[in-house]
Nanobody, 115 residues
Framework: LQLVESGGGLVQPGGSLRLSCASS????????MNWVRQAPGKGLEWVSA???????AYADSVKGRFTISRDNAKNMLYLQMNSLKPEDTALYYC??????????WGQGTQVTVSS
């Protein structure tokens, strides 16, 4: 089983990035998937979740700015991030929700928001 994130980078405040997470080794469409981030020196923060059928949820800190989506045919998870703020700087992980716990994680992709 593998989760591989990509799409991070350096962006100016107010800019946009689209993160991707490629999955393999399990029936992707059967699982809730999540984005979780960790800012420098801080703990893990849940960002967003999406069900296999496309129902979504967001942390208040990103609601209205970030959009989670998935393509079950391609086994891909996405996070569109708009109106980025310096406080969004973090290592972003995709994580599979296996019966209420995040049982598999990717290696993370770095997002840095700075002028």
């Amino acid at each position: 089983l593998q989760l591989v994130e990509s799409g991070g980078g350096l962006v100016q405040p107010g800019g946009s990035l689209r993160l991707s997470c490629a999955s393999s080794g399990f029936t992707f469409s059967s699982y809730y998937m999540n984005w979780v981030r960790q800012a420098p020196g801080k703990g893990l923060e849940w960002v967003s979740a999406i069900s296999g059928g496309g129902s979504t949820a967001y942390a208040d800190s990103v609601k209205g700015r970030f959009t989670i989506s998935r393509d079950n045919a391609k086994n891909m998870l996405y996070l569109q991030m708009n109106s980025l703020k310096p406080e969004d700087t973090a290592l972003y992980y995709c994580a599979r929700d296996g019966l209420g716990m995040f049982d598999y994680w990717g290696q993370g992709t770095q997002v840095t928001v700075s002028s």
